[in-house]
């Protein structure tokens, strides 16, 4: 059995009309002998919507019951598609995560996939039915309703892709494919006809929301190509594959994210086991630390300085102002109104000169760099949140994508 795993987002899905049309789409599909797994979002802005109902009820909110509320977002899409297709004289099943199997660990708004008992998805696709799965949900010990958080979606789909053996993983999107840059804020950005999976996930780790990262990781893991389309107008998007099927170039693409600050905690005691407290206290709150930079600081110390999402910011906050004082550490300080803005591209390590010319890019902006990190495929610069868009169009300006 050929198996497609396809994906549709919220803003695919905003309106009756749009279901429909992705209905037709999905049936025309399959005229072409494959059979379809389709994992569909919350329509449009319902999941910030009941955000608002439930913060309107209470400010903290439970994570367990947010999850139960949450949850309720994509069983409406899933059961609309579904009428929709046989509304078109089409067969299909509509599933939550439950009951497409798919098993969580029980960490609340942020749970992992940990198996999906595959064999429920698999009759109805034997039966010729296009089944429709619930993202961004799954269900723990318990039987505890869970949410996956941020991506959650893209996190089901690769996943499920990888159980079924699919052929493909498509990931439909308002947009037609992965650009060179953000194209609301470069609009004559290129895009852009393969990418390396190692560059795609630079790039949605740092900002690029096309996919999310996690997604990139389960299939380049299983080698399943990855695709990126609109779900609106026919095109070929964009094709995720191995870094030996294309031709290597210096920078693929320029991105940033607006939605990070910086967190330090000063002149801690310089003795071995300090790193390890520090960030094992900061793991217990589920945050990802993106960026860490260790320094000398005053004395006998040092400093640290991280960069988190803003969301984590007063857990992260909260755990430092607690351990700072069990280590004599002089105190904490943030700063949030900050991005990143990463240039990304295979060729990174082999090509000289290209982190001198993108910090000369930004100060002959007068942008000023607050941090830099880098890899082998991406430098990372940390600027002012209010100069990112210019860092952004003098960078594409600069290496001429």
Do not use: W
């Not at 005229?31 to 919507?49: P, Q, R």
């Amino acid at each position: 059995m050929n198996i497609i795993v396809q994906k549709y987002g919220g803003s695919s899905l905003s309106t009756t009309e749009k279901i429909n049309n992705i209905a037709i789409k999905i049936l025309e599909r399959c005229t072409s002998g494959v059979s379809i797994a389709v994992v569909v979002s919350a329509m449009g802005d319902t999941t910030d919507n009941l955000l608002d109902i439930a913060r309107s009820i209470t400010q903290y909110p439970s994570k367990r019951e947010l999850d139960m509320l949450l949850s309720t977002g994509e069983q409406v899409s899933i059961a609309l598609l579904s009428m929709a297709i046989e509304n078109q004289g089409g067969k299909a099943i509509s599933m939550t995560g439950l009951q497409s199997g798919i098993v969580t660990t029980n960490d609340h708004s942020r749970a992992k996939i940990r198996q999906i008992k595959i064999s429920r998805i698999l009759k109805p696709l034997q039966e010729g039915k296009v089944v429709i799965i619930a993202g961004f949900q799954g269900v723990g010990k318990g039987m505890q309703i869970t949410t996956l958080g941020r991506g959650g979606s893209d996190t089901t789909a690769a996943a499920l892709a990888a159980e079924l053996k699919a052929e493909c993983c498509e990931i439909y999107t308002d947009v037609d494919g992965v650009f060179t840059a953000d194209p609301q804020i470069v609009p004559n950005a290129r895009k852009l006809n393969y990418i390396s999976y190692e560059e795609m996930l630079e790039l949605a780790g740092s900002g690029a929301q096309v996919l999310h990262p996690r997604a990139v990781e389960i299939t380049m893991k299983y080698n399943i190509p990855l695709k990126v389309l609109s779900a609106h107008t026919p095109g070929t998007g964009t094709t995720v594959v191995e870094a030996k099927m294309i031709e290597q170039v210096a920078i693929t693409g320029i991105t940033s994210d607006k939605n990070v600050a910086r967190i330090a905690i000063q002149s801690v005691p310089d003795k071995p086991g300090m790193a390890g407290r520090i960030f094992g206290a900061i793991a217990k709150t589920g945050t990802n630390v993106k960026l860490i930079v260790q320094s000398v600081g005053i004395g006998n110390t040092i400093d640290f300085s991280m960069l988190v999402s803003c969301e984590d910011v007063d857990a992260v906050v909260a755990v430092l102002n607690e351990i700072c004082p069990k280590i004599k550490a002089y105190g904490v300080t943030c700063a949030t109104k900050l991005a990143e803005v990463s240039i990304v591209g295979s060729g990174i390590a082999s090509t000289p000169g290209i982190a001198a010319k993108m910090f000369k890019t930004l100060a002959d902006e007068k942008i000023n760099i607050e941090f830099i990190s880098t890899s082998h495929i991406r430098i990372v610069c940390v600027v002012h949140k209010d100069k990112a868009d210019d860092a952004v169009k003098a960078l594409y300006r600069a290496f001429d994508l």
